[in-house]
């Protein structure tokens, strides 16, 4: 029987268990060095290489983090990030407990933004008969309660800003180097992906909802009538003009909520003068270069358990690319960037397109 090709996972095997070779005596004068070697633990079973280890196994599942030295891949050591199961150690406690204070409030603002439905009849009927005070009236009452909802929302992307900095901090704060960092501290790495998913999702829904706008524009238009005629609503006491005016440059983004974060991080690079960028940008090309690895290759998806971690993987992917975009002197897409760009979209559009299409879109 012919012996079935080497895969890649054979071949890295062999690379780190293979002895060190035995050196020739040509010099009568040597240096010595101490090589580490990093091991997989066999046997289990394998297709192709009875030798190596099953990556689906149980054996495995419990690792939260594996780092492998793979040369053979472009930018260097890869490492594999349980999102689905990672869990504070003792040290990350205290940045872990204010951050996860902050993404319990998502879902709910997920939630709600997926439910908004807008006032765009009451507004219609008011706009087309403005001699209708009842009209009037009527869409108004429609619209102060919506504009209160996307008040909760600007603010909490406010407070996700405030979440974003205490996770970079942690994340590239000395001695450690950012890969040193997402090693020891995984549960750091998974809320900072959460965030990022949680950025997406809420942009991805924000762009394919117009009543957002136009229910603000109403709003806007119609406090801006009343002070003319001095005149004061009761509803300008929550959202004053100042307020008013910041919400609107929020919501005039295509992805208000991944402008906030990459505003925070480049905010967060310059104030950081004794920190190198590099510091930075080599955790997010890290975490990029991570998801990628982990969706195209077989023997890391089958170890997520749940379904949705795919789309997970794919939206931290795309949501580091752009921070590492606005934060990189010269950016994600020059031939000089850590990221792969043409594998993570190679990536994307492998996938199914209704699921990734909010996701291209976001990177072009």
């Avoid at 020739?24 to 192709?48: A, D, E, G, M």
């Avoid at 971690?309 to 975009?325: A, E, N, P, Q």
Wanted: hydrophobic share 35%; with cysteine; aromatic share 8%.
């Amino acid at each position: 029987m012919p012996t079935p090709p080497m895969t890649y996972l054979d071949k890295l095997y062999h690379r780190h268990t293979r002895p060190p070779p035995t050196p020739t005596n040509t010099h009568t004068h040597r240096t010595h060095h101490t090589h580490t070697h990093t091991s997989l633990t066999p046997p289990l079973h394998h297709p192709h290489n009875p030798l190596l280890p099953s990556f689906c196994s149980r054996r495995f599942m419990g690792n939260l983090l594996k780092v492998l030295a793979c040369s053979d891949l472009e930018h260097g050591p890869i490492i594999f990030l349980d999102f689905e199961h990672a869990q504070p150690t003792e040290a990350e406690t205290a940045v872990w407990n204010q951050v996860s204070a902050v993404l319990e409030e998502a879902h709910g603002i997920l939630a709600e933004l997926q439910s908004y439905n807008g006032a765009g009849q009451e507004i219609r009927e008011a706009i087309q008969n403005p001699g209708d005070l009842q009209l009037q009236e009527k869409a108004w009452n429609a619209v102060c309660p919506l504009v209160a909802k996307l008040k909760r929302f600007y603010e909490f992307s406010l407070r996700l800003e405030n979440a974003l900095r205490s996770l970079l901090e942690a994340l590239t704060s000395p001695p450690y180097a950012p890969m040193q960092h997402l090693e020891r501290e995984q549960a750091l790495a998974k809320q900072f992906a959460e965030i990022l998913h949680f950025t997406l999702s809420f942009d991805e829904l924000k762009m394919t909802n117009p009543a957002i706008q136009n229910d603000f524009s109403y709003y806007r238009r119609t406090i801006s009538r009343n002070r003319l005629n001095n005149q004061q609503l009761e509803a300008e006491n929550e959202v004053n003009n100042e307020m008013a005016n910041r919400m609107s440059l929020f919501y005039a983004e295509a992805t208000p909520m991944l402008k906030t974060l990459s505003n925070a991080t480049t905010k967060f690079v310059s104030e950081n003068k004794t920190l190198p960028i590099e510091d930075t940008t080599d955790c997010l090309s890290t975490m990029a270069c991570v998801c990628r690895v982990m969706l195209e290759t077989p023997e890391y998806r089958c170890r997520f358990t749940n379904t949705d971690t795919v789309l997970f993987c794919m939206r931290v992917m795309v949501g580091v690319i752009i921070l590492y975009d606005h934060v990189h002197p010269v950016g994600a897409f020059a031939k000089t960037s850590k990221i792969d760009m043409k594998g993570c979209i190679k990536v994307l559009k492998e996938q199914p397109s209704n699921s990734v299409e909010g996701l291209l879109n976001a990177l072009r």
